[in-house]
């Protein structure tokens, strides 16, 4: 089965697809944000107040919106130095067994955050100037990573095409 044959794989992509969209938008906001800063700061000797704090929450949503898309893609960074030089049987059981460590790994990620959140909540954090509370962008992480697993997942039974 290729992934046009399949709904889950079709839908999955529109779901990463519209998420990457919106780390671009985010990333759009950070510069237009981010050059008013900077020229408030150098002509009129007046930054905008929080920039730093909007930068980080600007930076971790462009991250963890555009990580599935990335791996639905295969745009991630793959060392093949040995990996070529293996038989195709073998290189596809490894492919799934990577897939399916990486998704465990990333579930775990979202577990911890969704704990995370629910310290973070109950203790008040929030950032140093424009005191904006943390707990919701751990949710983004989780969500993130959720996604990411389920395109790792994705992978394992309905493997990304190779140029041979």
Known sequence: MTREDSRIARATGVVVTAMAYAAGAVLLVLMVVTTADVAGRYFFNEPLTGVFDLTHFAVLIMVFLGLAYC??????????????KLARPVAKVLDRLVNAVGAALFLTIAWRSIIQSIDVMEFGEASQLLLIPYYPFYWLVA???????????????????RAD
């Open 71 to 84: 791996g639905y893609k295969g745009g991630h960074v793959a060392i093949e130095l040995l990996y070529d």
């Open 143 to 161: 969500f993130g990573c959720v996604a990411f697993a389920l395109v790792m997942i994705l992978h394992i039974f309905i493997p990304e095409p």
